[in-house]
């Protein structure tokens, strides 16, 4: 069995490298995540199929992202489905490469490739828009949209729509689409204590991205914020320098923190969003079909993204279960206690609210929008 597992790899890599080597390296991907790879053959039609499909397109789009493919499963980012999507809904007149894993970098200098028109399209952060467009920056407000389901009624209003649009196309880009992946967490390291209540944050050192908002609330909750690079987090938990961190469950697994976490509680204060973001100059200069037909795509891919939350969840949840991590969900009284030391509804935010939004009644219209459920329904942890 074990001489059978590795004929079938060895044959996996030499129809790998068959295929990149042969330039087509985004066959190579896709015969990869259809686990069609090991045969020789199906490797072979999945390299015509994506040949054909390049040759008889009339535009090329480069989708780039952070995240292998395979990530989908536990981060629901669907970079493949994106793809299909795109090339069936313009009737295979866009041709889509894929660029995953981070080969064209990740984060901010995605953004920055996209708004040079370097590449067509890429998956980052709603943060990263912060510079470009500082309303983007609202989501992290904490209880504003941390929920799933007020995340996902505010990034598809009208007011979201009218206010922050806008400022995001001045910059050069188009969103396309949002990503729900689920609310940041409290994740702590083993040989920690649960934290259930902001009572139990006193004297932990919580690490922090850059956000000022982040690092107020986490003050505001009775932690010591420690800023520390991404990169640098797991070594940083590992040692004792940082004692807990909030990405959500997923990215926790996808980023291999699940061998030094003991605890993680659900407390739903700050989404973990992402956006696909285009090149406006470049969606502009295509046919109004083929633009409707990546709008649509969008729409579509939107679609998979919120049923597929769940599944993920609960895929990282029992990966992370497995190294002996225990997870909290938190009661409405609970999560209320949270709300009242730390949340968007306090003073302490009005000067973030006028700053972000304009003022504090356009902040009212997006708190409203927030608030509203709109067409879509997305599971919450």
């Known amino acids: 069995m074990d001489r059978e597992k590795q004929e079938l790899a060895s ?21 990869g995540a259809a686990g069609t790879l090991w045969s020789t053959e199906a490797a072979a039609q999945t390299a015509k199929e994506e040949r054909e499909r390049e040759d008889t397109a009339e535009f090329t789009m480069t989708l780039a ?32 490469k894929l660029a995953p894993g ?25 943060s990263n828009f912060a510079p470009y467009a500082s309303a983007a920056d609202l989501i992290n407000m904490p209880y504003f949209c941390g929920s799933n389901q007020r995340f996902t009624n505010l990034v598809t209003s009208d007011a979201w729509k ?12 188009k969103a396309l689409f949002y990503i729900n992946i689920d609310p940041r967490v409290v994740a702590v390291r083993k040989g920690g204590n649960a934290v259930i209540t902001p009572g139990d944050m006193a004297g932990v050192k919580f690490r922090v991205p850059g956000s000022k908002m982040l690092q107020q609330y986490y003050r505001m909750v009775g932690a010591n914020p420690t800023p520390v690079a991404w990169g640098e987090t797991p070594s940083a938990i590992k040692q004792g320098v940082a004692d807990a961190l909030d990405p959500s469950v997923g990215a926790l697994f996808v980023f291999g923190f699940k061998d030094i976490l003991s605890h993680v509680t659900f407390t739903q204060a700050v989404p973990d969003s992402q956006i696909y973001s285009m090149n406006l100059e470049w969606f502009n200069s295509l046919p109004a079909d083929v633009q409707e037909g990546i709008e649509f795509a969008g729409e579509l891919t939107s679609h998979q993204n919120l049923a597929k939350v769940p599944s993920a969840r609960t895929y ?36 973030f609210k006028v700053e972000l939004a304009g003022s504090m009644d356009n902040f009212a219209k997006l708190e409203e929008a927030a608030g509203t459920k709109g067409r879509y329904y997305v599971h919450d942890a």
């Open 102 to 126: 981070g080969q064209l970098g990740a984060g901010g200098a995605l953004v920055q490739a996209v708004q040079a028109g370097t590449i067509q399209c890429a998956q980052h952060s709603l």
């Open 65 to 96: 992202t952070a995240y292998v493919l395979g990530a989908s499963r536990s981060y629901p980012i669907m970079q493949l489905d994106l793809k299909e999507n795109i090339q069936n809904a313009t009737n295979g007149k866009v041709y889509v």
């Open 162 to 173: 009218a206010e922050v649009h806008p400022k995001i196309e001045a910059a050069g880009f």
């Open 11 to 31: 044959a996996s890599r030499r129809n790998f490298l068959k295929l990149a080597g042969s330039g087509s390296f985004t066959a190579a991907l896709v015969a």
């Open 316 to 351: 990282a949840m029992a990966e992370l279960r497995k190294a002996g991590v225990e997870f909290h969900s938190l009661s409405e009284d609970q999560l209320a206690e949270w709300q009242a030391a730390g949340g968007y509804q306090l003073s302490d935010w009005d000067e």
